[in-house]
C-alpha cells in the first residue's frame, strides 16, 4: 500500500510537471512537430541504461486531472497547474518505468523550439513557490487515512549539462499497521540546449550509481540528436 501510493505521485503524477511554464510556449516550429518527437525519443531512458535485473514496464496512464484537482487547492502551484498544460504543447516522450525491488526510475524529455525558450522554462521550474508545491502536493496525494509522510524534499545543485535544476529528500511514509518505509525522492531536469530531460525517481536503498549512469547515457544521446 504503501509503496504503490508514492510511486502513483512520483512515477506519474509529478514528472509532468517539470517542462514548461507560462512564459514558455510552442512558438513557431523551427523543425516539424514530428521531427522533434523523434529527437525526444533519443533522450528517453531505456533498458540498455540500466543493469540486466531492472525490469522495464510501460509507463502508466497520466493522472494529470487527478493532480490538477488537488493542486487547485494549493496556492503555491498555480505555476504548477500551467506547467501540466504547458507542456503538452511540447513534442516530448516518455520512458517505460524501470524497477527494482522498491526503486523505480523514469524520464520525459521535452524539446522546445529554441534554447531560449527551454530556458526560461528551466528557470520557472527553478522558482521560489516550486519547492513549497511539491512538498504539499506531495503530502496531500500521499496521505491518506491507512498512510501518513514525513520529511522535507528540498532544492538540490546537480551542476550537470548546460543548465540543471533538482529536488530531493528523504520521505518516511507510516501505515495505520504501525509499518513503515523510508525512501529517497528525487525530480531532476536537466537542459542541453533546447531539449530539457526530467527524471523522477524514488527508492528505499542506494541507487546513486544506477540513477547517475542513466541520466549521462541517456543525455548524451539526447545531445547527439539536437545537434545532429
Known sequence: MITRCIRGFVVVAVAGALAASSTVGAGAATK????????????????????????????????????EKVAATIPDCKQYIVFEKSVKAVP???SPDFDLGNSSIS????????????????????????ESCINKLFSKLVTTKDVTFTG?????????????VGYAGTITASSSASNTQTFGVGLFAIRT????????????????????????????????ALAA
Open 152 to 164: 522535507h524534499i528540498q532544492s538540490v545543485a546537480l551542476g550537470v549539462g548546460s543548465q540543471s
Open 92 to 94: 516530448r516522450a516518455k
Open 107 to 130: 524520464n520525459t524529455t521535452s524539446v522546445f523550439t529554441n534554447a531560449a525558450r527551454a530556458t526560461s522554462a528551466m528557470r520557472v521550474f527553478q522558482s521560489s513557490k516550486t
Open 32 to 67: 516539424s512537430s514530428s521531427s522533434d518527437t523523434a529527437i525526444a525519443k533519443q533522450g528517453v531512458l531505456v533498458s540498455a541504461d540500466f543493469p540486466a535485473e531492472w525490469t522495464a514496464t510501460p509507463s502508466k496512464a497520466s493522472s494529470d486531472a487527478a493532480t
Open 193 to 224: 540546449g533546447r531539449g530539457v530531460g526530467m527524471y523522477s525517481y524514488f527508492s528505499d536503498t542506494d541507487e546513486t550509481t544506477v540513477l547517475s549512469d542513466a541520466i549521462n547515457t541517456s543525455m548524451t544521446r539526447f545531445q547527439a
